[in-house]
């Protein structure tokens, strides 16, 4: 599938090297990138949902994610689909809003403009993941600073019934016999090549 992704017309404009929207961000670990940080393009595809629809030839966009990120482990694949929110106030995001973004990958994205690639090739998806990334307190400022991390870890840990709350009314999906809900995670996650780390899962566990 990820030789499919490179030499397809339709994925060419669309694909990137990275998925970041003002400082949120996912980020990519040591198995999926070279010397340099460069993702393994022959073991990870990054696709911009938004930019295809965005254009043109749709008079009226559906809504979109910011990013779709497909890696080959071994024989199989892990799809991630992934929305990236800056908003301090998760709450002033419309639960509503983010379940057509998601619905629009599944349904139109994967089932009928990108079906040539997604649905027409026998392929075994190891794992589905749906993430709405967000950082309502900017705890990823205290990265390298510890004692900004312990205050910023603990302002997400008071927004941890805010956060369930808010994930209530987000939808559950399924693509090729995996079911999954959108969850919340804390920017930048990072994936590898057989799993993903959460960032900060401390504070929402």
Known sequence: MINLIINDEKCFPITCGSLEE???????????????????????????????????????????????????????????????????????????DINDKFSTIINNFFQDDFKHIFLDHDYELKTLSLWLICDPVNIRSGRNNPVIYERKLKALQSMKGVLADYSLTLKTFSFKGITTPIRIMISPPTIEQTHFIEYAAEALA
């Open 22 to 96: 003002n400082d949120i961000k996912i980020d990519f670990g040591g198995s999926l990138t070279d010397q340099s940080g460069d993702i393994n393009i022959e073991k990870v595809s990054i696709l911009k949902p938004d930019q295809y629809y965005n254009t043109r030839d749709f008079a009226t966009p559906p809504k979109s994610v910011d990013g779709v990120v497909l890696v080959r482990d071994t024989d199989s694949y892990h799809l991630y689909i992934a929305e990236l929110k800056s908003a301090k106030r998760i709450q002033s995001v419309k639960q509503a």
